[in-house]
């Protein structure tokens, strides 16, 4: 019986959680998945703040490059980043909870467009980041065996 395209979103994200120790030593959660989306949080904690007494841009990057990655993963095809930007819009705060949004643009060929949105409790946006992704071999299960 073939996987539907949610459970393959979903075995993906399994696979990858299980080896993906820097989005874990962040503290991001993964809260969602499915075909060419993902949702990750992380809580702001004091080891992610910087000299302004913020939340430092490179963890807001990392939790939006997470999300990035398991909705350009969510196919059961390795994906990797090709190019990411990031525009800072508003400073994460200490306590805050920053949610990150991906959502696929379009894949094309072995390329794909994704967007994501990062946002704190209240729903205000702090960055909007794009990552540019790119398939190389392999998958990250053998759906003949499920």
């Not at 979103?9 to 969602?32: F, V």
Request: hydrophobic residues 40%.
């Amino acid at each position: 019986m073939a996987l539907s395209a949610e459970e393959i979103a979903q075995k993906s994200a399994e696979a990858m959680w299980a080896r993906d120790d820097a989005s874990k030593w962040l503290g991001a959660a993964l809260e969602a998945v499915g075909p060419g989306t993902a949702t990750m949080s992380m809580g702001v904690e004091r080891h992610h703040t910087n000299g302004h007494d913020i939340c430092h841009g490179g963890y807001i990057f990392t939790l939006a490059d997470s999300a990035f990655a398991f909705a350009c993963n969510s196919y059961n095809r390795i994906v990797v980043a090709q190019h990411n930007s990031i525009t800072f819009v508003a400073p994460g705060m200490l306590g805050d909870r920053l949610t990150a949004i991906a959502r696929e643009v379009t894949r094309f060929g072995r390329s794909g467009i994704y967007d994501v949105s990062v946002a704190n409790q209240d729903g205000k946006l702090i960055a909007e980041f794009r990552g540019s992704s790119r398939m190389i071999d392999g998958t990250h299960f053998n759906e003949e065996e499920v």
